[in-house]
């Protein structure tokens, strides 16, 4: 962007120090920041007739003053002041609350516009906002900005529009004069304007299309940049296996492949045997199998000679994958080794010393594997667990480190296919959407808290059949700490109510050996019942457990849902989902029906991404999406498309590399160091 629009903020009249640092803490440092902090919503001033508000609605009506304002004070600083109004010949009283000083402003026979909460019965408004005069037409659209710490939205709107009068003539045009013109979008300095200031909802619709096509265009284009270097640069690694003596391997296993796992092993091993990179995303719902592909894909790259790498979430799940590992290879010659945050000391260092030396074959450990002061002999598989998206970060750290392995993201959060394919533009996308045969479908019940007690005694009885059962906890917003608190006291009520039946106790604050000793009791059934925080959503296989509480489960998004009743129907008998709760909204509501009705993963995806949004649905840190300022990756979608396709025309087309008009696209692809296949945000 233009070197003006780089200045501080503080160039700005009214923005000293204290208000600049507040400014950063909204993100926005420079006079550019400013004008693309943009408005989540607009506040409709339109003046409807009186006959058309509805009560408690925020209305704005204008009307002229027909009585002498009269003001109560209750104490120091408070007061109430109330006047009379003629608005369509119909009389009406406004009070004000605390704002006494504009009793001289309320003068006989004059016009006034108030915006505030109506109140139908009463013919009453409480004032929010208060101008003299008539309505402003210009105005009825009022932008309401993120604000936060001291920064008001009334602040923001100020500064915005000093920005916006200041330093509109160094907005530059960053789209070709050809595609404004195709789509009809207006030109920058113009969507500024009317996305901060509209006159009109058109005004609005226009200026938000160009921005959002915008946003989408160059993030498209740096995503197929970004592909494209590493396809040119990638010297991958080529794995080198014996075809033969792998599928001997997968003729072994204690069952047949489905033959979608058969079908994306065979696109995998592909991509290993090819010398570009591999990049791929595989998906499969809940116990479809994921792990038994990434198993054959590192015993192929050990038998080709090269190490593999399994990252998962959690120390548990390190554990739980390290175990059916070490089985499943007992009679290869492959070996297994976890690396987590506790394995300390002389340990370690004897891991370490077998992975440098290229004796450890698989290593397995939390995400922070990599990061760590791990060698590798020779790493040439890479594969994440649960993980949406391998970080930008972490492939440059491999890269840093001599690395340029293969790499397997497995998912079960099944994206829906056309956000994947738009979204992970980058990336290659394998789809296992079968389930292993006999797998019976899980009972999913919805019950109120009060039912409680009933569930308890079906708890029992299952394990008195000699199932096991999970609790998951009532959730507390945003809050580890509580939501131990809850296990805990949730731990103790069904202690004290099972009495002679051991119950286990799981929270993500436990020592790590704690944890496992945990896991394993209730594995090998030595507790019935698991009381547990979320700490087991992902990945924990104890196929006797056929019971699967949720309290407060309408607190949940439903991919997390879905993975919680994962847990159960992963053995030969029949398991429940027992989903308690007493939903408050609606979208709580339908979550619940969702849950009952139906149990793939894909339709419950593309119902959660509807019900949510994108940036709930993927989980804001760690989503791998990029922070769009303005785009919604689903309700524009289309534009995503178009985008995309857009894209990846121009950077096919000569004219793209060379002509003026899509100067600043390059400069942009240059400056992200899309083009040198550097980073990708
Ligand atoms: P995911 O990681 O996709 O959730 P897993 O790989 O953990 O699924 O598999 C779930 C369970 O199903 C495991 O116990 C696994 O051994 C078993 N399994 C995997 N593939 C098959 C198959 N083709 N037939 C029968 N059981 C299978
Ligand atoms: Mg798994």
């Given at each position: 962007m233009n070197g003006m629009l780089q200045q501080p903020v503080s160039v700005l009249n009214g923005i000293g120090d204290e208000k600049e640092k507040e400014l950063h803490g909204l993100r926005i440092h420079s006079i550019a920041d400013l004008l693309e902090h943009f408005p989540f919503r607009y506040d409709n001033h339109e003046v409807l007739p009186i006959a058309e508000l509805r009560h408690d609605d925020r209305v704005t009506i204008a009307g002229t003053i027909q009585s002498e304002a009269s003001v109560r004070y209750m104490g120091k600083k408070k007061s109430r002041m109330t006047v009379r109004m003629a608005v369509e010949n119909i009389l009406v009283t406004a009070v004000f609350f605390?704002?006494?000083?504009l009793k001289n402003k309320l003068k006989h026979g004059e016009m006034v516009t108030i915006t505030g909460k109506w109140d139908k019965h009463r013919l009453r408004i409480t004032v929010q906002d208060f101008q003299q005069g008539a309505p402003d037409p210009s105005k009825q659209l009022e932008p309401v900005y993120p604000a936060g710490g001291s920064v008001t939205v009334k602040q923001l709107q100020r500064h915005v529009n000093s920005a916006l009068h200041n330093?509109?003539?160094?907005?530059?045009?960053?789209?070709p004069q050809s595609i404004l013109t195709k789509y009809k979008l207006p030109a920058r300095a113009d969507a500024f304007f009317y996305i901060h200031q509209p006159k009109t909802k058109e005004q609005l619709k226009h200026a938000r299309r160009r921005l959002v096509y915008e946003e989408l265009l160059l993030f498209q284009l740096k995503m197929q940049a970004f592909k494209r270097a590493e396809r040119m640069a990638s010297s991958g690694t080529s794995h080198h296996f014996s075809a033969e003596k792998v599928k001997t391997f997968m003729q072994e296993l204690p069952f047949t492949l489905t033959g979608a796992q058969n079908r994306v092993i065979e696109e995998v091993l592909r991509d290993m045997r090819d010398p570009l990179k591999m990049n791929r995303l595989l998906q499969g719902d809940v116990g479809s199998g994921k792990t038994v592909v990434a198993s054959i894909a590192m015993y192929a790259a050990c038998i080709g000679g090269s190490q593999s790498a399994l990252m998962v979430p959690t120390e548990i799940l390190a554990e739980q994958h390290q175990q059916s590992l070490r089985q499943l290879f007992s009679g290869t010659e492959v070996t297994v080794e976890l690396l987590t945050g506790?394995?300390?000391g002389k340990r370690r260092g004897e891991i370490n010393t077998r992975i440098q030396s290229g004796e450890a074959d698989i290593v397995i450990g939390t995400h922070a594997l990599i990061q760590e002061d791990v060698h590798f002999h020779k790493l040439g598989l890479v594969i994440t667990d649960e993980q949406h998206r391998f970080g930008v970060n972490q492939r440059r750290i491999l890269r840093d480190k001599g690395y340029e392995p293969d790499v397997l993201f497995m998912t079960a959060t099944p994206i829906p296919r056309t956000l994947a394919i738009s979204v992970f533009g980058d990336m290659d996308v394998s789809m296992i959407d079968e389930l292993p045969a006999g797998r019976k479908p899980i009972e999913t019940h919805w019950a109120k808290h009060d039912m409680f007690e009933r569930v308890l005694a079906f708890i029992r009885k299952e394990i008195n059949k000699g199932r096991q059962a999970y609790v998951i906890c009532p959730l507390i917003e945003e809050s580890d700490k509580l939501d131990v608190q809850n296990a805990i006291d949730v731990h103790a009520q069904l202690q004290s109510y099972f009495t002679s039946l051991p119950v286990g106790l799981m929270h993500g604050r436990l020592p790590a050996e704690e944890k496992e000793t945990v896991m394993e009791d209730f594995a090998k059934a030595r507790t019935k019942v698991l009381v547990s925080?979320?700490?087991?959503?992902?990945?924990?296989?104890?196929?006797?457990?056929t019971i699967m509480v949720i309290y407060d489960a309408d607190r949940f998004g439903l991919a997390q849902l879905h993975q919680l009743r994962g847990r159960v129907g992963r053995g030969e008998h029949q398991s429940y989902c027992i989903l308690l709760s007493d939903p408050k909204s609606e979208t709580g509501k339908e979550r619940m029906r969702i849950m009952q009705e139906t149990e793939d993963g894909f339709k419950i995806s593309e119902r959660d991404l509807e019900l949510r949004g994108p940036g709930d649905f993927f989980g804001?840190?760690?989503?791998?999406?990029p922070d769009f300022k303005i785009a919604d990756v689903v309700h524009d979608y289309r534009a995503l498309e178009t985008a995309r396709q857009d894209a990846a025309d121009l950077m096919k087309s000569e004219a793209f590399w060379s002509n003026d008009e899509y100067a600043y696209l390059r400069q942009f692809l240059k400056d992200t160091g899309a083009l040198a296949g550097e980073k990708l945000d």
């Open positions: 605390n704002r006494a000083f330093y509109a003539p160094y907005i530059e045009e960053t789209l506790s394995t300390k925080t979320t700490v087991v959503e992902v990945g924990v296989n104890v196929p006797n457990a804001r840190k760690q989503s791998g999406l």
